[in-house]
């Protein structure tokens, strides 16, 4: 079955995007690359900035059921989040965080790629939070806040550093924090 278009400009737009960075890709690289006309392109999206907002919210799912699957497999606890991270960074293709990336690009927090960001990231606070109540912390959303915190400052530290080692250095303080409030080290 032949891939359909707004498929291939999704594809080749997060590629790219992930890779170079949403505004050094034109729309006419995007169009090249994934062998779309333009009419079908502006029949799925309107402009590059829905594309953008196409892209984030495919990526928002898929990254944050890759990271449920994968604290799942890592044990189920906290912890397994650095774990899971430590795998990412590890790839070569790693490039950062997607979102934290569009953040970064995007001087408007009120424009609809920034904002579908920022939800990305209150997301995964939720799925912290998550974790922490069901290792029973005593404040699960005070401290899925901090474990973002740690996240993100791994991510950055990661790419940085081009190394896995700040996901190993994060569950490390992860534990204390855990520890500190009598929930264990997982």
Known sequence: MPVKARDRLL?????????????????????????VGRASLYRHFPGKDDLVVAVLEARD???????????????????AVFDALAERFARN????????????ESADPDGPAHRVAADHKERVVAYL????AAAQVSEPAVLAREFALLVDGAIVTALRERTP?????????????????????G
């Open 129 to 132: 939070e998550q974790l922490l």
């Open 61 to 79: 799912r898929r990254w944050r059921a890759w990271l449920a699957e994968r604290v799942e497999a890592l044990g189920g606890g906290p912890p």
């Open 165 to 185: 080692a700040p996901a190993v250095r994060a569950r490390r303080i992860a534990q204390a924090l855990l520890a500190a409030d009598g929930a264990g080290a």
């Open 93 to 104: 293709d790693f490039r950062g965080c997607a979102f934290i990336n569009t953040m970064v």
């Open 11 to 35: 594809a080749t737009a997060e590629e790219l995007f992930y890779a170079e960075g949403i505004r050094a890709v034109g729309i006419e690289r995007i169009l090249a690359e994934s062998g």
